[in-house]
């Protein structure tokens, strides 16, 4: 008999003990459950230096492991006022958190930056009441990135990665930005802030170039929950992606549908890199309309160096789910995890 051919055959038990992974999924399934912990606890809670304490405790003890944290002085002194002009709003100041994996040979990483807005009230251009306890969960990027590091790290994948996790809580106060001010980022490109609500795009702005500066990656995805629009267009079952590059649009998408994690494809043009031009610096960060999703992701692109193999991920629709899922329960849905980690162990061999 050809057991290639033989149906897959899936047990369902109550039984707790016969629920548990035997094999390396065990490690998976961590990296999740800590990226869906991270964005449900409360802000008081989870802010920028706890996050960091949180993920040095998870990874503590892993080999190839290396974490190095970028407090408010190294940010200012290294000149990511994108990032400071984030964070500076707020009494618990941003952090840039730097896991590196060094599992592989002496290949060039890949980077992984994810959006960690431990709060998001809109700062100055603050938000209305409705629904803002979810800005708890505007983190979701970095708790991914953190998540799949632990996943990789913990089952030993032959592979070098780095993950970055841009660390701000966006508030409103008298230092907070203003719109209207001028931040200039660490990359030397001028942002003129048209909302201060449209942040996420800021703390990754300055992560990305200094991804590109310190590890020349191979390959550099940036997660981030960074529009609503994605949610508009693609509802909560798939995440936006975006690239200039076919070949790693097409690895992804693979390995997020073998994980049960889908991508679609939505458009980067010319032309949303025109839209965001701006008449006071070099570019906008809000108000250059529609389609807000491919805006967003021209600006991060304004930050990659051109050849820099690169995808930006848009998962402001699936990071929370209204109801329960086969995979995930109510809540925040620890998105991307699965389909980071899936990718990784392709590249890793081979694939």
Do not use: C
Not at 49 to 54: A, E, G, I
Not at 72 to 83: S, T, V
Not at 181 to 192: A, C, F, K
Not at 306 to 318: F, K, P, S
Request: aromatic share 8%; hydrophobic share 40%; charged share 20%.
């Amino acid at each position: 008999m050809d057991t290639a051919t033989l149906p897959v055959v899936t047990l369902l038990s109550d039984d707790e003990s016969e629920a548990q992974f035997t094999n390396d999924l065990a490690h998976v399934a961590a990296g999740v459950f800590f990226s869906r912990d991270m964005s449900s606890e409360p802000a008081n809670v989870i802010y920028p230096q706890s996050f960091v304490d949180r993920a040095k405790a998870a990874l503590k003890g892993l080999d190839n492991v290396t974490i190095k944290v970028l407090d408010e002085n190294d940010i200012q002194r290294l000149g990511m006022g994108a990032l400071w002009g984030v964070g500076k709003g707020s009494s618990r100041p941003p952090r840039l958190l730097i896991i590196e994996y060094m599992g592989g040979g002496d290949e060039a990483p890949i980077v992984l930056a994810g959006k960690g807005i431990t709060f998001d009230t809109g700062g100055i251009s603050i938000k209305s009441n409705t629904n803002m306890w979810r800005m708890k969960g505007d983190l979701g990027g970095a708790a991914t990135v953190t998540g799949t590091m632990l996943a990789i790290a913990r089952r030993g994948e032959r592979v070098n990665a780095v993950g970055l996790a841009a660390l701000a809580e966006n508030m409103p106060s008298g230092t907070a930005t203003r719109p209207g001010d001028v931040l200039r980022s660490m990359s030397g490109i001028t942002i003129e802030v048209i909302s201060t609500d449209a942040e996420g795009r800021l703390v990754l702005s300055d992560a990305v170039h200094y991804a590109q500066l310190n590890y020349k990656p191979s390959v550099l995805i940036d997660v981030a929950t960074l529009t609503g629009s994605v949610g508009r267009a693609l509802g909560d079952d798939y995440a936006g992606i975006f690239s200039r590059n076919d070949e790693l649009v097409e690895q992804i998408s693979a390995a997020a549908a073998d994980a049960g994690e889908s991508v679609w494809r939505l458009p980067l043009d010319d032309s949303h890199f025109e839209q965001i031009k701006s008449k006071f610096g070099d570019i906008i960060n809000s108000g250059a309309g529609s389609p807000g999703a491919s805006v967003g992701a021209a600006f991060i692109g304004s930050f990659v160096n051109e050849g820099q193999v690169w995808a930006h991920l848009d998962t402001a629709g699936v990071d929370y789910y209204e109801a329960d899922r086969a995979t995930a329960p109510m809540g925040y849905s620890g998105w991307g995890v699965r389909a980071l980690d899936e990718y990784l162990r392709r590249y890793a061999a081979g694939e």
